[in-house]
């Protein structure tokens, strides 16, 4: 975590970084594009959710997959999960495979969905129950995993799809000591804005309490800025990169996400240092490698 001192000096750099330029064009290039298509909140909160699971690997490989399942749900992906059947999600994800997850993982998390919907009237009515039990984030992200799983009706479904194989890794649960990027994605875009790229569908979660949704990218980019001195992708290193932008903004400390993982993302701040790229970087006056130039 850096220091109040360091923190002041940041601040109108990244401010400048994150609100300064034009990030609108990365949308493309990011899961968030096909939530966009949708604009009542439990359409937003499920589609996103089935992005944001699906958002490892290369974008270009598994955006085509989450595109062809809402295609499927209709214009409504919150009512064709309320209504799913064990039937309907055997016909829908026959044949499913994206890396480690198969189609019986994927029928748990839209069956999880619809079941949690029906109960709880919401997806965020789930993770604020799991907020209020647990009094951490992490707690909350923990049950709202382990809820969805637990509202699936997965043995029909393995009889129906066959074995699960990679449930864990879609719907983490236990949580681990991971960052839960792709969790705390879905809570970045449900809870904050609502602004060009996030939703702000939930009203219930203040975006103060959130954690950053820690990629190489962003792991990398804090790093060389000092706002974390760990290495490792955990939810420690999270906390950490975090606590220090919430020096800068204690309202909405993950605002700086999408730039600073996008930044990393399109190659303008490779891991291998381009020197031209440095040279035209505006915060190159606090970054480690910037600094040296």
């Known amino acids: 975590m850096i220091s109040p001192a360091r923190a002041q000096k940041l601040k109108p750099l990244l401010d400048a970084f994150a609100d300064g330029r034009p990030w609108g064009h990365r949308i493309a290039a990011d899961p968030v594009e096909l939530v966009h298509r949708y604009s009542g909140a439990r359409d937003v909160e499920v589609s996103g959710l089935l992005a944001a699971a699906l958002a490892y690997g290369r974008a270009d490989l598994f955006k085509p997959k989450v595109d062809g399942l809402l295609k499927q749900m209709g214009r409504s992906p919150a009512q064709f999960v309320e209504a799913l059947t064990v039937a309907g999600a055997a016909k829908l994800l026959e ?19 619809g079941a949690t ?74 809870v904050r804005g609502p ?17 950053i949704p820690l990629d190489t990218h962003v792991q990398r980019i804090s790093k060389l800025l000092g706002l974390t001195k ?31 993982c ?26 480690r490698v910037g600094k040296r130039l």
């Not at 602004?195 to 954690?211: C, S």
């Open 117 to 190: 919907l029906r109960a709880h009237g919401s997806l965020e009515a789930l993770l604020v129950e799991g907020l209020a039990r647990s009094g951490t984030l992490h707690g909350a992200l923990a049950h709202f995993t382990g809820g969805l799983r637990e509202a699936a009706p997965l043995g029909p479904l393995r009889k129906k799809l066959g074995p699960d194989r990679g449930l864990h890794h879609l719907l983490p649960h236990p949580l681990g000591a991971g960052a839960a990027k792709r969790l705390n994605l879905y809570l970045r875009w449900m």
């Open 262 to 287: 996008h930044y990393g993302m399109s190659g303008a701040c490779p891991a291998r240092p381009v020197r031209v790229n440095c040279l035209d970087c505006s915060l190159k006056g606090e970054c």
């Open 95 to 113: 044949g499913f495979v994206y890396r480690f997850n198969l189609g019986t993982d994927l029928a748990v998390l839209l069956m999880g969905m």
């Open 195 to 211: 602004d060009e790229v996030d939703f702000g569908v939930w009203g219930r979660v203040p975006a103060g309490r959130l954690i």
């Open 230 to 260: 760990r290495n490792d992708l955990s939810w420690r290193t999270a906390e950490d990169v975090t606590a220090s932008l919430r020096l800068l903004d204690p309202d909405d400390p993950v605002r700086y996400d999408f730039a600073l």
